[in-house]
């Protein structure tokens, strides 16, 4: 009798122990989830992401411009668009790691305004992941083309650009004193 109620005992310790064992392993090895944009939950952070690369994120785009575009959806009084900005956010562990921001400019021209990653959250892939989501969602859209700026000094993200198959079409006019270079997605030559 001793020896069942040890065997029973056992096997519910090691049943528990390898519970907890998947659940580490899971928890540990989780993907990183996307989220719409929910201001009670995400809006302090993603202003801080802002503000942390606001250099690199937008030259033209100031603190009260950006709450205003979340509020309004609108990207901005001089922006050509057709539809609603699209604002997601990357979650992993509880923690909001970056954002990205895009639109469809005409019903075959998707931009990817804003993408921004918090620094502490860099080098793990969560700028690759959120682009691969935009991509995906601005072709569900009806996107031929997508368009993004980026700044001529940020090696880092115009090689993930390019690694995503985007292609330098243009610099700013010459009248213009930023860096940036305008790169284009072609959906129709990656099918």
Known sequence: MENKENSMM????????????????????AKPHIYSFNSLRDQKQVLYIFNENRKTVSD????NDFKEMIKTRIPGENVEHIAPITLKVIRDNGITAGFIVYYMQ???????????????????GYGNFLMHYAMKDLCS??????????????????????SLGFIEKANNDDNDTSDDIYLEYDVSKKA
């Open 10 to 29: 056992y096997t519910k310790l090691f049943f528990i122990y390898f519970v907890s064992i998947i659940y580490i392993f899971f928890s540990v090895h």
């Open 60 to 63: 033209d785009n100031n603190d």
């Open 106 to 124: 005409s019903a075959e021209k998707g931009i990817i305004w804003i993408i921004a990653v918090d620094a502490t959250q860099r080098r793990k």
């Open 141 to 162: 859209m009806g996107a031929q083309n997508i368009g993004l700026w980026v700044s001529f000094s940020n090696d880092s993200a115009k090689k993930m650009y390019e």
